[in-house]
């Protein structure tokens, strides 16, 4: 028997769940094999539960035989896991939202492998945001419109896709208040033989690697080789950077700097960081706290800094918007104001960690156009973390890691453009 296999795009509302609610009870003559049966979700947020389940009440049931933390493992060890664990329960469908996640080359593959297998045997749902994740096997498109699901075949939505226009940053960035006071050595990072290992296992051997200013990374590594571990040890997080050759902004890491005398040269964007942005800001006032490296703008601006601020909103296309609250913005506009207000002060080094996960096609377009525009019309320098490739992002230099027995050890690449 062939199965309907659907995609939806991901939302936050409605929801993946109040889909399935919906999907479940409806009479569409091509959901009915949804009808009335169960399914089972392969989510992130199924293992945020898992992961509080362990933390709160000591229920290892993702984890009881490989013996460790499920948050000590990679991303890609967690969802192997969760998804063995589901799959026990011989669910009657498979809802997956955004499955892809955070995975690398590798664990993308082993995993679709699977899936394909799997759609052979029962319908799936897969929420995307990225229709280059949507799965070969899927037939249908469906999407809400007014009180009333659309269901179309997958080709179909592929070709209207494929004639979306991206929006495009016409203004020049704005400049900084005034030019950075260049005290900095132009080695902003000077990391020389740097190892790191946890509970006797080596993750970082003998790693040597620099960030000239202005100059334009992307730090690339398989599920575990490390980025994350680098990353903090560059904005200072990471104790592990005491005792060895870590160089952040011309001081030796451990000679008596603060931890704010190396963030203050960073400007610093992950999507796990939007929780923080919670109060009732103005898009305006949002930008400007980037000035005053606070969350929320509480003391009043100078008109200087409020006509910079627009002009940062103008450049990103947001200028109508100034007093709507951030907080109800969508997600690509969040995260272009949260670049905004990373930017205002022209940092010396901008890191923005998987910068584009959960961000829809046109979204994650208008976010790579803006970066490769400040790489182009500033002199901060960049390193970009991910592990998707994005066609339009176009570092200059790549720092990749690759996996040894005795840690992973950095290859410097330059792509040819
Ligand atoms: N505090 C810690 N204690 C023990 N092990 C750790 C700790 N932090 C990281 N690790 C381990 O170090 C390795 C590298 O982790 P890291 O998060 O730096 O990798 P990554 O390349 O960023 O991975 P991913 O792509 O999955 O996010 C992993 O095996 C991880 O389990």
């Given at each position: 028997m062939t199965h309907i296999h659907l995609a939806i795009r991901f939302s936050k509302t409605p929801t993946p769940e109040d889909y399935i609610t919906a999907i479940t009870s409806s009479e569409h003559p091509l959901l009915s094999e949804f009808k009335g049966k169960q399914g089972t979700f392969l989510s992130n947020a199924t293992l945020d539960e898992y992961v509080k389940a362990e933390l709160l009440h000591d229920d290892f049931t993702l984890t009881k035989d490989s013996k460790r933390h499920l948050l000590s493992l990679s991303s890609g060890e967690r969802r192997t896991l969760l998804f063995n664990h589901l799959l026990k329960g011989n669910p009657q469908f498979l809802v997956l939202v955004n499955p892809f996640d955070s995975l690398d080359i590798e664990n993308v593959a082993k995993l679709k492998a699977r899936l394909t297998l799997l759609s052979k045997d029962i319908p799936t749902i897969q929420f995307f945001s990225?229709?280059?994740?949507?799965?070969?096997y899927v037939t249908s498109h469906l999407k809400l419109g007014e009180d009333i699901y659309i269901i179309q075949p997958i080709s179909e939505y592929f070709a209207q896709e494929q004639n979306t226009p991206t929006f495009g940053f016409n203004n020049p960035l704005p400049k900084p208040i005034s030019e950075p006071k260049h005290t900095l050595p132009s080695k902003l990072i000077d990391l020389k033989k740097v190892n790191v290992s946890y509970n006797d296992k080596s993750i970082l051997n003998n790693i040597t690697w620099s960030i000239t200013q202005g100059e334009f990374w992307e730090l690339k590594g398989a599920n575990g080789t490390g980025k994350s571990t680098l990353v903090t040890m560059m904005i200072g997080d990471n104790p592990k950077a005491y005792g060895q050759d870590v160089n952040l902004f011309g001081k030796k890491r451990?000679?008596?700097?603060t931890v704010w005398d190396i963030k203050r040269n960073i400007g610093y964007f992950t999507p796990s960081m939007m929780h923080l942005f919670k109060g009732q800001h103005s898009a305006l006032n949002m930008v400007i706290s980037g000035l005053k490296d606070s969350i929320g703008l509480y003391i009043t601006p100078t008109d200087l800094e409020v006509n910079l601020a627009k002009q940062w909103l103008e450049l990103i296309g947001l200028n109508t918007i100034t007093n709507t609250n951030y907080y109800y913005l969508s997600e690509t506009n969040k995260r272009l104001i949260l670049i905004c207000r990373a930017m205002i002060k022209h940092p010396p080094l901008l890191i923005l960690d998987e910068p584009t996960v959960g961000l829809d096609d046109k979204g994650a377009r208008v976010f790579i156009n803006l970066v490769q525009k400040i790489a182009k019309e500033s002199k901060t320098a960049i390193l970009y973390v991910s592990h998707k490739t994005e066609q339009e992002l176009k570092p200059t230099f790549i720092f990749q890691l690759e996996r040894t027995e005795a840690g992973s050890i950095g290859n410097i690449i330059t792509p040819s453009s």
């Open positions: 990225r229709t280059d994740e949507i799965m070969p451990g000679s008596g700097e």
